[in-house]
């Protein structure tokens, strides 16, 4: 017998915390549920996947996931862990952001189904923007004091913090209004009885669910999940430069597969029963086997390979699979011509460059000129004169002589040669 939604979110670790009843709400009979998503840029990031997979499980188990974009509230901003206000967006961006949101949700939750549990994309803008603020006052805000609104953490945590000088505008004080107002619509127009969110969203949550019981009379149902965190401190979702995108454009397939493998095997335990699929007994058989040569990173490489196939695709995948054991290629030379420039820089990223003419090329470079006179990769002709009596000098990994020279044999795309001096120093020479 399949696991009930709540059953699957507790053996995934993806249960913070739920609203007494909800499970016995959702054991009675197929339920909508919605969770918000900010479109304030045109691709999510690993940040969202959590609630992304929170929707994806949920219709798996017989549910109808409802995504919300929050338009409206994308142009207020949530106080929830910000200590400053963001900046507003018109409606055109918003709108081109909802539309790329969309794409990126699809490959998780399935729109065009027939069944009563497709999935659908609502974008609260759509029912705020014609609400006048007399109404709004008049016939939402008249339901929740004020002192209910200062008990809850966002707003107490935002206030009495030291370094906000600016202290916390009436915008942002109603946010949890607006998003409390959200659920009510959706709880009246889609029946839909159910928030998720991370755990920092609690007091939005809950705002609604008073909502539904002071203005409808109604019951709503909230269910969080933990904020993902990872074994060293540092924060989750983040890389070298910056958010950890789902559109390839922003982060490369290849830099997202790396993400992946990187993590240590404390958080892929953690991760592979979040950000993937795999069964429990599947995931306990891929754990066992990792514990018995953790060497092989078999925990990493099945991370990595169930989510950069979930987001890009199995090409994609297979693309960055190779790219990262490129280095260590016995044929390095034969494969690394197999990838295209993108992947090529991607596997290079700050390795130095320096760029050599095609007239050079064409007459061909000596190795102490690539190595140093012409590209000050060592420090002296000496030095690398040193360095390829030793040995210690490859190009594009096949050891060469003092006696060799680069020509546009060696090229790598036509633009390219990878040098080495001994295994920890790689330089890149490009051809303008």
Known sequence: MANTFVEELRWRGMLHTEMPGTEDHLNEAMRSAYVGFDPTADSLHIGNLVPIMLLAHYQRCGHKPVALVGGATGMIGDPSGKSSERNLLNEETLRHNQEAIKNQLAHFLDFESNEKNAAVLVNNYDWMKNFSFLEFIRDVGKHITVNYMMAKDSVKNRISAESTSDGMSFTEFTYQMVQGYDFLHLYKTLDCTLQMGGSDQWGNITTGT?????????????????????????????????????????????????????????????????????????????????????????????????????????????????????LFSKTFNEDIRTLNEKLFLDVFEGVPQAEISKTDLAEGIDMIGALADKTNFLKSNSEARRALKENAVSVNKDKVTADYKITTQDLINDKYVVLNKGKKNTYILKVV
């Open 210 to 326: 008073e909502l539904i019981r002071r203005v409808d009379q109604g019951k709503g149902y909230a269910i969080t999940c933990p904020l993902i965190t990872k074994s060293d401190g540092s924060k989750f979702g983040k890389s070298e430069g910056g958010n950890v995108w789902l559109d390839a454009n922003r982060t490369s397939p290849y830099k997202f597969y790396q993400y992946w493998l990187n993590s240590s095997d404390e958080d892929s335990e953690k991760y592979i029963k979040i950000f993937t699929f795999l069964t429990e007994s599947d995931i306990k058989a891929i754990i066992t086997e990792h514990t018995q040569a953790p060497h092989l990173r078999v925990l990493q490489k099945r991370l990595a390979k169930e989510i950069t196939t979930m987001v890009h695709s199995e090409e994609e995948f297979l693309n960055a699979e190779k790219a990262s054991g490129i």
